[in-house]
């Protein structure tokens, strides 16, 4: 290098500034240090980076003559090198600088190998070479050459190549560092926006400082809106405590308030941060658990419909045969009547039985509403007009220490119509406002509301009815108290037959039964909510009718005949001790009576004797009651039929449902129903 050596210090600090400039680039980083140990110590140089591999992959020459630098490029190898191969294995292990002043042939040989003319043509006389070492770690080497032999790298030289390394070791370290960091941020960041929980960080003032898109997704905004607002923006009770401030190491289920006002269902694991300054922050993973909750409540809320199903399968059941032997206590104690002195204490003993026998019917009758169900007699009315009916009994029964709000008719709003039998709508209403008052014994307020709504599935849930999709509409009727509320473990129960929190003798626990059976039946839903100290709500869902509501009239009243004469009446039932009861009431009205006990007797009997009236049991083995009489009719058409049976004319499946008009006797029956049943089947005779 000609003229006057400039300031060695000055130029590394020159070095050093132009290395910090581009610290953040490492090809700028090897070109700067090239250039730098070209003209701080000449002639020409090289600077090559290996890679974790051990492999240079990574170079820079710098020569002031054009053509010089050219051939210095070329003599950098073409194929992946290692640093164990060639002159750069003697640089590493020696961990120092390498010096060769007047380089011979054989000198150049083995610096450069089979490239050894390269450097001839390079007319190097001295080669300097230096390993670049950071933290203990070879990074690569910078080599350097002077033209000629009068020009030899002297010790200075060697301090100055040595120092120029260190600084270019420490940029090259640093830049790799920054682009190990941007690659890890990058990554970091990938991770971060495509994880499937929402990442969220808040420092010690509630201040939202990181959120993920996955976290603005739940919350339904963007996060620009999301860093915008404070955490405790998105926290439904105000007065609860910092939700981002729960303990770690653990998973909590908590609520969020979502843009559109409602509430989300959200799982949270919380990790403190400690931060630069002291103050801590926390980094919160949030998962959207709205729909495993609404999953997981429709399970229970299924698992308990079927248990009730079962359950009122077997309550059904045991009605049924509890109303044949209600029926042979009633039959026996009314013929026994008939053989006592009235007014005898046999007469007082036979009328508490006969009360006796009335309390066990009522009870199998809310047995059966609950375990089968039981349409009865559906008709279409709207439930406003019963809610009004009732309103004024309502009121006296509930008491002056309630307040009954009941819905009032407006000129528009929607009518509230359903099909269902207006006497069990009467028992649904009764019933539910009776526990109602129940639960507020030092009073309280009790509401009846009813709407025409459509109904989502969400609302409803998986137990809704299969035509759904055909009848979204709902007649919603609900009813709600401010008394005592029921813990989960009671709601869960409470529809359960004969399950009460109520002391003995104060409830037979079959009034929410009921009501469960009759909705159900109906093709209904019952929704309960309730929480100890606030009260209870149960909505009722109806399917929508949209025919007009029946008017309310008597229907006609059959007469008997006037002069039946003497009758013969073919019983068909099952159990033998109830069709001897039957017979027994029967015979002294003047009837002459037969009795068989299943269906293929009854249809070879009436081939061989003329038979005025068929009294026939509806469940029975084989053939149901309705396919006997089908069979019957097909022979004898216009014969009388008086059905009866344990369940009520609701609950009686597909093979035993009854024709349109049938006439149905109820077990346990009177002496007197008995009679007025054959009278109405003998007036409709041809």
Not at 35 to 44: F, Q
Not at 169 to 178: D, F, M, N, Q
Not at 398 to 421: F, K
Not at 460 to 471: Q, V
Request: net charge negative; glycine share 8%.
């Amino acid at each position: 290098m000609d003229g006057q050596p400039a300031d060695p210090a000055r130029l590394l600090a020159d070095l050093a500034s132009a290395l910090t400039t581009a610290s953040t680039d490492l090809d700028r980083v090897v070109e700067c240090a090239a250039l730098a140990a070209a003209e701080l110590i000449g002639d020409g140089a090289v600077v090559r980076l290996a890679n974790d591999q051990g492999i240079f992959d990574r170079a820079a020459v710098h020569h002031p003559d054009a053509g010089l630098a050219e051939l210095l490029n070329q003599m950098l190898p073409r194929q992946q090198q290692h640093v164990d191969a060639g002159f750069a294995r003697e640089v590493r292990d020696h961990g120092g600088a390498v010096v060769r002043n007047n380089l011979t042939e054989a000198a150049m040989r083995e610096i450069a190998g089979p490239l050894w003319e390269y450097l001839k043509r390079l007319r190097f006389g001295s080669i300097l070479m230096v390993p670049l070492i950071a933290d203990g770690t070879y990074l690569g080497n910078m080599s350097l050459g002077r033209e000629g032999t009068r020009r030899p790298y002297l010790d200075e030289d060697v301090q100055l190549a040595v120092d120029v390394a260190a600084r270019v070791a420490l940029a090259v370290a640093t830049a790799r560092s920054v682009a190990l960091l941007r690659e890890e941020r990058e990554n970091y960041r990938v991770i971060v926006q495509t994880c499937s929980e929402g990442v969220w960080k808040v420092d010690a003032e509630g201040r939202t400082r990181f959120v993920n898109d996955r976290m603005a997704e739940i919350l339904g905004v963007s996060a620009e809106q999301l860093l915008a607002r404070p955490a405790s923006h998105w926290q439904p009770d105000p007065g609860a405590g910092p939700w981002w401030r729960l303990p770690e190491r653990r998973l909590h289920e908590r609520r969020l308030r979502h843009d559109d006002g409602h509430d989300i269902e959200v799982q949270l694991s919380v990790s403190s941060l400690p931060a630069p300054a002291g103050a801590p922050e926390w980094l919160i993973m949030v998962t959207d658990i709205t729909d495993r909750i609404r999953n997981r409540e429709l399970g229970e809320r299924l698992a308990q419909m079927q248990r009730l199903d079962s359950i009122g399968q077997l309550a059904g059941g045991v009605a049924h045969d509890f109303n044949n032997l209600l029926s042979i206590v009633s039959g026996a104690n009314e013929l026994m009547l008939l053989e006592v002195p009235p007014g005898s204490p046999a007469a007082d003993l036979t009328r508490q039985i006969a009360s006796a026998v009335e309390q066990g019917a009522a009870l199998t009758r809310q047995l059966l509403a609950f375990g089968r169900g039981q349409p009865g007699n559906a008709e279409t009315v709207d439930v406003l007009d019963v809610i009004a009916e009732l309103e004024p009994m309502l009121r006296r029964t509930l008491g002056e220490h309630i307040e009954l709000r009941c819905p009032v008719r407006e000129d528009n709003r929607a009518p509230c119509r359903v099909r269902i039998d207006q006497g069990q709508l009467h028992q649904v209403i009764v019933n539910l406002t009776t526990n109602a008052r129940d639960a507020m014994d030092a009073g309280g307020r009790l509401s009846i509301d009813c709407e025409h709504v459509l109904v989502d599935r969400a609302e409803l849930g998986d137990t809704m009815p299969d035509d759904f999709d055909d009848k979204p509409w709902f007649v919603r009727l609900a009813v709600s108290d401010t008394g005592t509320g029921m813990d989960a473990v009671t709601l869960r129960r409470a529809f359960e037959p004969f399950y009460t929190t109520k002391s003995a003798g104060h409830g037979t626990g079959l009034g929410l039964a009921g009501v469960y059976g009759i909705v159900r039946a109906a093709g209904g839903l019952v929704r309960p909510y309730s929480e100890p100290g606030h009260g209870t709500t149960i909505k009722i869902y109806l399917p929508a009718s949209d025919e007009p509501a029946a008017p309310h009239q008597a229907g006609p009243v059959e007469a008997p005949p006037a002069d039946a004469g003497p009758l013969h009446v073919l019983v068909v039932e099952d159990d033998p001790a109830l069709a001897e009861v039957l017979r027994r009431l029967l015979e002294p009205g003047g009837c002459t009576v037969t009795a068989v006990y299943n269906p293929h007797a009854a249809l070879a009997l009436l081939n061989t004797m003329p038979v005025d009236l068929v009294i026939t049991d509806v469940v029975m083995p084989d053939l149901t009651g309705p396919e006997l009489v089908a069979a019957i009719h097909r022979h004898r058409p216009g014969l009388a039929v008086v059905y009866t049976s344990g369940y009520t004319a609701g609950v009686l499946g597909e093979r035993a449902h009854l024709e349109p008009g049938a006439i149905l006797l109820e077990k346990p029956y009177t002496r007197a129903g008995l009679r007025d049943a054959v009278s109405r089947a003998l007036a409709r005779r041809p």
